[in-house]
């Protein structure tokens, strides 16, 4: 299992989480772009997401 916390604050939270071939963004507190940079930075792209979760 992986995880990464994109972001998490005032101006917005996301978390990545990824087990197998299954990736989760859970929220999408940010832009598509500002979401696909900080994917980018742990070697991950919004492409191979499986699924989001919006918890509000």
């Not at 940010?30 to 792209?45: C, D, P």
Request: hydrophobic residues 40%.
């Amino acid at each position: 299992m992986y995880f990464s916390v994109l972001g998490s604050g005032s101006k917005g939270n996301a978390l990545y989480i990824e087990s197998g071939s299954t990736s989760i963004l859970i929220d999408a507190g940010f832009s598509g772009k500002e979401i696909a940079r900080r994917m980018a930075i742990h070697g991950k792209t919004p492409e191979n997401l499986t699924g989001l979760f919006l918890t509000h």
